[in-house]
Nanobody
Framework: VQLQASGGGSVQPGGSLRLSCAAS????????MGWFRQAPGKEREFVAS????????SYRDSVKGRFTISKDIAKDAASLQMNSLKSEDTAVYYC???????????????????WGQGTQVTVSS
């Protein structure tokens, strides 16, 4: 399966963006989904994840209440709605997919074996 992320761009602080992730190839309806991001000079970090059923979302503390992850099982697609964006949200965002038990490993990059190409999100006034 391959993932294609889209929806990145530039926005002012307080603005919103919606990232989308579409799958091609084999169906990834049974994959747990996630988003990671990497800012210049920083480590890649977990942003959000959701189970293959589209339930049990998880978020890093700094985005809770602002970001919402969702999964459309029928369309083999996932999205990340980002509201109240801050300058510290500026990064390249990657959609990811993984199989196996959806436990505490959901927060680690090594759990996900399929990665999209990344989309740039820039928050600046």
């Amino acid at each position: 399966v391959q993932l294609q992320a889209s929806g990145g761009g530039s926005v002012q602080p307080g603005g919103s963006l919606r990232l989308s992730c579409a799958a091609s190839g084999d169906s990834y309806s049974a994959f747990n989904m996630g988003w990671f991001r990497q800012a210049p000079g920083k480590e890649r970090e977990f942003v959000a994840s959701i189970s293959w059923r589209g339930t049990d979302p998880s978020y890093r503390d700094s985005v809770k209440g602002r970001f919402t992850i969702s999964k459309d099982i029928a369309k083999d697609a996932a999205s990340l709605q980002m509201n109240s964006l801050k300058s510290e949200d500026t990064a390249v965002y990657y959609c990811v997919a993984g199989q196996g038990p959806y436990g505490t490993n959901r927060y680690t990059s090594g759990y996900y074996d399929v990665w999209g190409q990344g989309t740039q999100v820039t928050v600046s006034s």
